[in-house]
């Protein structure tokens, strides 16, 4: 079992910049694909970012140039820096993983949305 804990989530004004963490523990390996979705109420999940056990991400395309995703493997702790913050990023975010078996490795930024392993999630609101 993999467990997440998402920390830095907040409010923040239009043009503003968040990072979340999420610490990881458990039966957890750095092979697995790491990620991020969120989530509106009554809307489907969006995989936001991805990176591999190679340090390879993708992101995806309504964020692409504003946020940045990556890790720091020696406290397996996976971050996700978000600029330009825009009232339409509001939404609960989370992290997620997925072992090698589950992702084959390939870790596109869509995928996060469906991956095995979730925390429970913080709250971003941007107000405009």
């Known amino acids: 079992q993999v467990q997440l804990v998402e920390s830095g989530g907040g409010s923040v004004q239009a043009g503003g910049s968040l990072r979340l963490s999420c610490a990881a523990s458990?039966?957890?390996?750095?092979?697995?694909?790491m990620g991020w979705f969120r989530q509106v109420p009554g809307k489907e999940r969006e995989g936001v970012a991805a990176?591999?056990?190679?340090?390879?991400?993708d992101i995806g395309d309504s964020v692409k140039g504003r946020f940045t995703i990556s890790t720091d493997n020696a406290k397996n702790t996976l971050y996700l820096q978000m600029n330009s913050l825009k009232p339409e990023d509001t939404a609960v975010y989370y992290c997620?993983?997925?072992?090698?078996?589950?992702?084959?490795?390939?870790?596109?930024?869509?995928?996060?949305?469906?991956?095995?392993?979730r925390g429970q999630g913080t709250q971003v609101t941007v107000s405009s």
């Open positions: 997620a993983a997925e072992s090698p078996v589950g992702s084959g490795g390939y870790c596109p930024a869509e995928s996060a949305a469906d991956f095995t392993y």
């Open positions: 458990g039966h957890y390996y750095n092979s697995y694909c």
């Open positions: 990176i591999d056990n190679n340090g390879k991400t």
